[in-house]
T-cell receptor, first 112, second 108 residues
Framework: DSGVTQTPKHLITATGQRVTLRCSPR?????VYWYQQSLDQGLQFLIQ???????AKGNILERFSAQQFPDLHSELNLSSLELGDSALYFC???????????FGDGTRLSIL | KNEVEQSPQNLTAQEGEFITINCSYS?????LHWLQQHPGGGIVSLFM???GKKKHGRLIATINIQEKHSSLHITASHPRDSAVYIC??????????FGKGTKLSVKP
């Protein structure tokens, strides 16, 4: 058990819809990372937050947004969903940016 | 050309064999991660290193910053080591860039 909790585990929705994925980091970790893993693109870094502030940005679409709340949990919002957004979305956390990351079990998003 | 290249893409070994997975990168990095992804999808961080060598049990990771190359070694491989091993580098902006992974299958 990594200590990182992601909800929901599975999500099935339709094109055009909006969903919110939630991540609770390991106790004491200030950094939260979001990743997308699709069959054709592999793992891709989306965005990192550190203590509520955006720290680094990767290949995150404009239709996607994220935030980290004062209690350090984070949410990834995906809107105007397309079939290609079907993927596994992982959250990871670490104490500092230069420390190993601990991964959640992921949320599997299926767009019908 | 991908910024992070792993080889081989697929690897089949017999139980007990010594295994090496290689990772080469073309960008400046501050650190490199080795991750293990199990068939069920879960990801475990094995190592994070920025220089030299780290060892944990039967796993050894090395990095050569000058040559922009890292290796992951597994000694006395076991079927439970079967997984996808992923190399990821931390770029100058703090972003992670992933290799496509090496799928390892260890036969009893």
């Amino acid at each position: 058990d990594s200590g990182v909790t992601q909800t929901p585990k599975h999500l099935i929705t339709a094109t055009g819809q909006r969903v919110t994925l939630r991540c609770s980091p390991r106790s004491g970790d200030l950094s939260v990372y979001w990743y997308q893993q699709s069959l054709d693109q592999g793992l891709q870094f989306l965005i990192q937050y550190y203590n509520g502030e955006e720290r680094a940005k990767g290949n995150i679409l404009e239709r996607f947004s994220a935030q980290q709340f004062p209690d350090l949990h984070s949410e990834l919002n995906l809107s105007s969903l397309e079939l290609g957004d079907s993927a596994l979305y992982f959250c990871a956390s670490s104490t500092l940016s230069n420390q190993p990351q601990h991964f959640g079990d992921g949320t599997r998003l299926s767009i019908l | 050309k991908n910024e992070v290249e792993q080889s081989p893409q697929n690897l089949t070994a017999q139980e007990g064999e010594f295994i090496t997975i290689n990772c080469s990168y073309s960008v400046g990095i501050s650190a490199l991660h080795w991750l293990q992804q199990h068939p069920g999808g879960g990801i475990v961080s094995l190592f994070m290193l920025s220089s030299g060598k780290k060892k944990h049990g039967r796993l050894i990771a090395t990095i050569n910053i000058q040559e922009k190359h890292s290796s992951l070694h597994i000694t006395a491989s076991h079927p439970r080591d079967s997984a996808v091993y992923i190399c990821a580098v931390v770029g100058s902006q703090g972003n992670l860039i992933f290799g496509k992974g090496t799928k390892l299958s260890v036969k009893p």
